[in-house]
């Protein structure tokens, strides 16, 4: 192991294998040989400082059936919202007095946000607030739509690929949903010039070391800017309800592999990895992560925006959660930057 952990080091490269035997052999030490070097190569790049992104949840309405997702079309248990483009507006105006520089605009697939729409928002926050990057994160549309958006001003495109491995991908997803098109629009983000992350969750239903070890393969030729990864969480209100939640110690495994990876990746720390454990996003943090996410979104809807059960910081208003985290960050020798915290490489 020590010798594998090693080669990974130093040419950011494995064979599937590999990377396989590294996950399921791993053990107290592989893990903590892991961390190490992850934080080591995180240092030398980002130093100490941990980019902070503002995140609004701009809807809930979504036109998927992802299985194991708390907003997916087939819960008629979930209470549907959608805030006004001025409301959105606004969210990044108080995210900038408390010094946020980079807004994420996350949702559903909501046909309500035309291009036309998410257009006017776009240019409106930066005409307000130019030297702010905007990360959208509101799944797959067509090329031409990423285009428009992207001449808008958006800078950087979320869109978590969920499992590099086609027949896992139709276990968590609905026949009309398509692991191709999805990693088509990863390539289209790209091409066009986005700072695209992608990214997926740990111990999802059915997921094997082989799907991890496809996952990290997919990461080490993709090379994504940004790459999320958090623990499976059931909802209780999905056909996984009765489904295991992934792990925090999985979840840290893997985020030391993927800096180790790819050294300049932008990796956050969670809020899913924040829900399974109280200090899940330091320990993300320690293990090789630079960026937290904390919410921005109207207090009165965030409950609402309820991707898996107990989903932290859903109480707090924006000014508590930016403050929560610079003291945690603080307190493990970390320190929040305010910064557009662009990937350094
Ligand atoms: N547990 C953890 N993460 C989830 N996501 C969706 N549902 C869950 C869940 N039950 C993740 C998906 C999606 C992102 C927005 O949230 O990976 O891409
Ligand atoms: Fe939101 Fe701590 S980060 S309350």
């Known amino acids: 192991m020590n010798e594998l952990i090693h080669k990974l080091a130093n040419n950011h490269s494995l ?10 052999q791993r ?30 949840e701009i809807s809930n309405i979504c036109k998927n059936d992802c299985i194991y997702c708390g907003i997916r079309r087939s819960n008629t248990n979930c209470e549907r919202y959608r805030l006004t483009p001025e409301e959105i507006i606004a969210c990044s105006d108080e995210g900038y007095d408390l010094g946020f520089r980079t807004f994420v605009l996350q949702g559903g697939e909501d046909n309500f946000f035309t291009d036309e729409i998410l257009g006017g928002i776009i240019r409106e926050i ?43 991908y139709e276990k968590l997803h609905p026949s009309e949903m398509s692991f191709d098109n999805r990693m088509k629009c990863l390539q289209e983000l790209r091409e066009l010039g986005y700072q695209v992350g992608c990214g997926f969750m740990v111990g999802s239903p059915f997921q094997t070391a082989k799907n ?91 409950k609402k925006y309820e991707l898996y059960d107990n989903k932290i910081c859903t109480g707090e208003e924006s000014a508590q959660c930016k403050d929560c985290l610079n003291n945690r960050m603080r307190k493990i020798g970390y320190e929040i930057v305010t910064a557009r915290g662009d990937i350094i490489r």
């Open 212 to 302: 991890l070890a496809e996952d990290l393969k997919f990461i080490e030729t993709f090379k994504p800017e940004m790459c999320g990864i958090g623990p499976f969480i059931p909802h209780k209100d999905t056909p996984f309800k009765d489904y295991q939640a992934g792990t925090v110690e999985l979840t840290c495994y893997l985020l030391s592999i993927i800096r180790l990876i790819y050294p300049p990746v932008l990796l956050p720390a969670t809020t899913a990895l924040g829900t399974i454990n109280p200090i899940g996003r330091e320990m993300g943090i320690l293990a090789g992560a630079n960026v937290v996410m904390p919410n921005l979104s109207p207090v009165n809807v965030r």
């Open 15 to 24: 064979s599937l294998e590999e990377y396989e035997a590294l996950i399921s």
């Open 27 to 56: 053990d107290e030490q592989s893990s903590r040989l892991l961390r190490e070097l992850a934080v080591k190569t995180r240092r030398e790049i980002y130093g100490t400082d941990i980019y902070v992104r503002g995140l609004i």
């Open 126 to 168: 930066k005409a307000r607030h130019s030297e702010c990057a905007i990360t959208l994160s509101l799944g797959e549309r067509s090329r031409e739509s990423y285009a428009f958006l992207r001449d808008c001003g958006a800078d950087r495109y979320l869109l978590r690929h969920e499992t590099a491995d086609k027949t896992h």
